[in-house]
């Protein structure tokens, strides 16, 4: 053999001991994915996302614009961004004013704002529409038990429960129906499992708190508010039922916290502000039953009972002068209100015993029993009366025997 061989024969075993290490470095790299980026799954939300850009650049181009502001305005609705929902459908049924499903959504999106008559009226144009789902007959079995018409409720459940025997919304309207029919258990059941399937039904929340606060369960009508209020952090109605749970457990000071919560929420709750003033003043918290009497005074000046909440909390804190203003204003309400004179009457009792500290009156202890300063008593002697002659009728005689 010669040199030349071996040379090429040297050359092709280290070529395949390259390609052999080669080889085993990129599978060893696809068996750890390191050259190889593996795949990363989104989130709904980020879904979400990516589908608002999309639907937003081909609204902006004018590309089937009906159907893409449907398809945002569902995706705001998933979000619970009920303005938002509203305000693209509205385009859309602009546009296209005769599809089904674009009435059903604004149907959805009103009944979710609280606007009954306005969903009930879209309900009806969409089932007009030849419109079928089960969507439909849950929402009108929903506004009509809304609205106290529970034998038409009953009817749409049933087709809508025959359609869909799961649906979460169809189970809170069968809640409410066996609620109305005293059957409590069996309403919890159907809440419960509502709640399970939608969490955003956050009216079957509140139905279920209200309900064990009747039954007079508060640990579990708190169990339920906490699993509310972690995902509607920001719902006041839940922080003040969550109050109300704690009111019921004789926890005056954790309430009192819930109601402010609630308060800080939605600043003119009115119920809320109305709890925070009474158990501030049942508990000695003047200044802060005084931050909710203010806002209440605002929206009622013309109450007599929070006026004299207000005098109360002022005469607490030593503000006579205030509190005589509030005091004034309730009687001038109602003349005849025993609070307000009441409190005006303490008033004028503490400044009298406040004057006659500051002029030296000395009290032992007893007000029967006041010392005087007799160096300003003028004194004035008595003196003694004149002798009285009496004259004597001579002719006539006194005959003693």
């Known amino acids: 053999m010669n040199l030349n061989h071996m040379a090429r024969l040297s050359c092709l075993l280290l070529s395949a001991l390259l390609w052999t290490i080669l080889l085993s470095s990129c599978q060893s790299d696809a068996r750890n994915a390191t050259r190889i980026p593996p795949v990363v799954k989104k989130t709904r939300a980020q879904w979400q996302d990516d589908a608002m850009a999309s639907l937003t650049d081909l609204i902006g181009r004018g590309i089937d614009t009906d159907i893409n502001y449907f398809k945002r305005a569902r995706i705001y609705f998933e979000r619970e961004q009920y303005t938002k929902a509203l305000d693209d459908i509205n385009k859309s049924i602009y546009e296209q004013n005769n599809s089904s499903e674009y009435f059903l959504l604004r149907g959805k999106v009103y009944r979710e704002m609280g606007r009954m008559g306005n969903a009930l009226e879209d309900a009806q144009r969409a089932e007009a529409l030849q419109q079928r789902s089960p969507d439909l007959y849950v929402l009108l079995a929903d506004i009509y038990q809304a609205q106290g018409h529970f034998g038409e409720a009953a009817g749409y459940l ?20 066996q ?59 839940l922080h003040f039922e969550r109050g109300q749970i704690f009111q019921s457990m004789a926890l005056p000071d954790t309430a009192l916290y819930s109601y402010e919560m609630a308060v800080s929420i939605r600043p003119n709750y009115e119920e809320a502000l109305i709890r925070v003033a009474d158990l501030g003043i049942q508990l000695r918290r003047f200044p802060r039953a005084l931050a909710a009497i203010h806002p209440l005074l605002r929206m009622k000046p013309a109450s007599k009972e929070v006026n004299n909440m207000a005098g109360f909390c002022y005469e607490k804190t030593g503000e006579y002068e205030q509190a005589k203003e509030y005091y004034t204003t309730a009687l001038g309400l109602s003349p005849g209100d025993q609070d307000a004179r009441y409190g005006l009457f303490r008033i004028r009792q503490r400044q009298n015993e406040a004057m006659d500290a500051a002029y030296g009156t000395v009290d032992d202890g007893d007000d029967r029993f006041k010392l005087l300063d007799t160096a300003r008593v003028k004194i004035t002697t008595i003196q003694p009366r004149g002798t009285t002659n009496i004259r004597i009728d001579s002719s006539r005689k006194a005959k003693i025997e």
């Open 179 to 237: 609620a109305r029919q005293g059957d409590t258990l069996a309403s919890l059941s159907s809440f419960d499992y509502a709640t399970s399937v939608n969490p955003r039904l956050l009216r079957a929340y509140e139905q279920s708190i209200a309900i064990l606060l009747k039954l007079n369960d508060p640990g579990k009508a708190l169990e339920v508010n906490s699993r509310a209020i972690r995902r509607f952090p920001k719902s006041a109605t």
């Open 158 to 177: 049933s087709q809508a429960l025959k359609m869909a025997p799961y649906d979460g919304g169809a189970y809170y309207v069968k809640g409410i129906l």
